[in-house]
């Protein structure tokens, strides 16, 4: 009803599986309401054996669970590639399943679908119970089921394939014919029509496991054959006691022979006696009132009593000969009409053609025109493809020539071409352009090129357009064209003279220039008195517009002379040098900064704006704080060209 999907979750980085329920399915309320029975049932149990839900929901009419991914194969898996099992290791898969039935159980919720192919086994050998699309709850109104799957019917227990009332010992039954077919490597019954199958299930005793299989132990085969008991109160009471056998049989030295501690050995019933069909009791309930009235009617005869019952004695002796034949005649009519039926009934092979790369609508043609029921006997699976045309089978299975019986268990599987698988493509507009490179790529399956241009209205950064346009639908793999904004275009400008200018002026020119003011220095002579004696561009060269351009005003120096305070402090006198391979003007600027190492305070002691090249290797008379550690830098222009601690 479902099909189920490997997926990663990119917010929690895990691996999950995804079963979304079929398209066909999408509004049948029965398989709706299966659906959200699963996910309700299988989220309220948390246990090692029992798959786990994460996220129940429905997306665009799409209904989907989100579960735990276990990497591994299913039982019914494991067991072909076996062949059979030890009986240990069945043993101890058997206990894990009736340790999440347990945990079921206890919940209130019944399985009713328990079989290898709903068992899966983990690479380390741990058993997970899935599926419970079936399962119900003891306290729900409805509480018989019908079986509607041909897989299902060989592991139901009567009362199930009956129409009858099921609870927990129905799923002991189907863990029981499980067990046997774990240890045999065969199915404790089997025929060509699931009716067939379920008819076993009512009438026919199991063979023992150890007639099959010599290295079983008796004491398994008791505890399988107690658990396929035909009747509920012959079975084990609850999964519990069950799994106290199967551990006391997996510890117990002596596998030969083991105490059941749950049923008492002298009080059993015996568990491979048959339940009666309604036919033959009602049978039996009349041959015994017959025998009850012929030993009446003889009695009388016998004891000489009245002369009127002597003469009704044939009377009675015809009704029961006619009542005896009519019996007979009903159960041998009933025994041909069985057999009649069956007959009938019987599947007709087929031997299948070549099918791959043919219209599908033709071969569901030919197939019907062979007898073959579209819905019973083929599964048709669509699936995206670039090789093969929309609608056109990709493959087979069963291959080309076999032979395949109408009615049976095997379906001819038909993989069909949905053509190429498309995509639409999004919008990106002014979306980030890195976060949808990877939407583009990664979630959609595209091969994007990325193309930065300008652009007036869209930031730098942000996505402009795709090409194909947004909502396109593409084939998935197809090359896309990824346009993203690198902001608007500058223009070059030239770089006004500023040299002799006041602030004022400066801004000025430099706003027409379409250029902005940058540090300036001093910097407390920003938009006070006092002219420019230098620029950085300097005039006349080129810029991008909205270049800052530095300022530096000129600076009446003072030597310290007979009427200037001399600051207390020591002298150091210091050497400044050019730096290597700065090429300059014939002029430089020379900077020079004290810093308090304490507080990190940093004052300019010297600025002289036009220092000769030719003045270089440089003396300077710095005075220093007598308290405290203080750093002297020096700058030439932008360039650190001394650096001391005194």
């Not at 404790?188 to 005793?205: N, R, S, Y």
């Not at 035909?230 to 596998?255: A, F, G, M």
């Not at 351009?549 to 305070?565: W, Y």
Request: with cysteine; charged share 25%.
């Amino acid at each position: 009803m479902a099909r189920v999907y490997k997926a990663k979750d990119r917010f929690l980085q895990r691996i999950v599986a995804i079963k979304v329920l079929k398209d066909e399915f999408r509004e049948d309320t029965e398989f709706l309401k299966r659906f959200d029975t699963e996910a309700q049932a299988a989220a309220s149990l948390t246990h090692p054996n029992i798959v786990q839900i994460y996220d129940v929901g429905c997306d665009n009419n799409c209904y989907y669970i989100v579960m735990e991914y276990v990497d591994g194969i299913t039982l019914k898996e494991y067991i072909a590639n076996k062949g059979s099992l030890n009986w240990k290791e069945a043993v101890d898969i058997s206990v894990q399943i009736c340790n999440a039935l347990s945990k079921a159980h206890s919940r209130n919720i019944i399985h009713r679908d328990i079989k290898p192919s709903n068992i899966l086994m983990t690479s380390d050998g741990v058993v997970k119970v899935v599926d419970f699309g079936i399962a119900y709850s003891i306290s729900s109104e409805t509480i018989t089921m019908r079986i509607d799957t041909i897989g299902s019917v060989h592991y139901s227990s009567p009362e199930q394939v009956r129409g009858g009332y099921t609870d927990a010992q129905s799923d002991i039954y189907s863990v029981g014919v499980t067990m046997f077919e774990m240890v045999t490597g065969e199915l404790p019954f089997d025929g060509e029509t699931p009716v067939a199958v379920a008819l076993k299930h009512l009438q026919d005793m199991p063979p023992v496991p150890s007639s099959i299989k010599k290295d079983i132990p008796k004491a398994l085969d008791e505890i399988i054959l107690t658990a396929m008991a035909k009747s509920r109160q012959d079975r084990y009471p609850n999964v519990t006691e069950l799994i106290n056998d199967l551990e006391n049989l997996r510890y117990r030295h002596n596998t030969t022979e083991i105490v059941v501690p749950n049923i008492k050995r002298d009080g059993r019933y015996d568990t491979r006696k048959l339940e009666k069909p309604v036919e033959l009791e009602l049978e039996e309930d009349l041959d015994m009132g017959s025998k009850e009235k012929s030993s009446k009617t003889v009695k009388s005869k016998k004891s000489g009593e009245s002369r009127s019952r002597a003469i009704i004695m044939p009377v009675i002796y015809i009704l029961l000969i006619a009542t005896i034949l009519g019996s007979i005649y009903y159960f041998v009519k009933m025994i041909i009409d069985e057999f009649t039926k069956e007959y009938n009934n019987a599947p007709q092979e087929i031997t299948l053609g070549s099918y791959v790369n043919r219209h599908i609508d033709d071969v569901k043609r030919e197939l019907e025109q062979n007898g073959m029921d579209i819905q019973r006997d083929v599964e048709i699976v669509y699936e995206p493809n670039d090789v093969f045309e929309e609608n056109y089978i990709i493959s087979q299975a069963p291959a080309v020539g076999s032979t395949m019986k109408l009615g049976g268990y095997t379906k001819l599987k038909l993989v069909v071409s949905q053509g190429a698988e498309m995509v639409t493509i999004p919008s990106v507009a002014m979306q980030d352009h890195t976060t949808m490179y990877f939407r583009l790529k990664d979630e959609l399956g595209l091969d994007v090129t990325e193309v930065a241009e300008h652009n007036e209205e869209i930031g730098m950064g942000l996505c402009i357009r795709t090409e194909p346009e947004a909502f396109s639908s593409v084939k998935k793999g197809s090359k896309i064209t990824l346009y993203w904004s690198l902001g608007p275009e500058k223009e070059q400008v030239v770089v006004p003279n500023l040299i002799g200018d006041d602030y004022e002026t400066a801004v000025k020119k430099l706003m027409e220039a379409k250029l902005k003011v940058g540090e300036t220095f001093p910097a407390d002579r920003e938009g006070h008195q006092g002219v420019i004696e230098d620029q950085s561009p300097k005039p006349g060269e080129t810029v991008e517009e909205d270049t800052a351009v530095v300022l530096f005003f000129k600076e009446e120096v003072e030597e310290p002379g007979d009427n200037t305070p001399v600051e207390e402090g020591i002298n150091k006198t210091i050497t400044v040098n050019l730096p290597q391979g700065v090429n300059f003007d014939e002029t430089v600027r020379l900077r020079i900064y004290v810093v308090n190492n304490l507080t990190g305070e940093e004052n300019m002691v010297r600025y002289l704006s036009h220092v000769p090249l030719t003045d270089f290797p440089m003396s300077v008379i710095v005075t220093i704080p007598t308290e405290g550690q203080y750093t002297v830098r020096a700058f030439v222009n932008e360039h650190l060209v001394y650096e001391n601690t005194f």
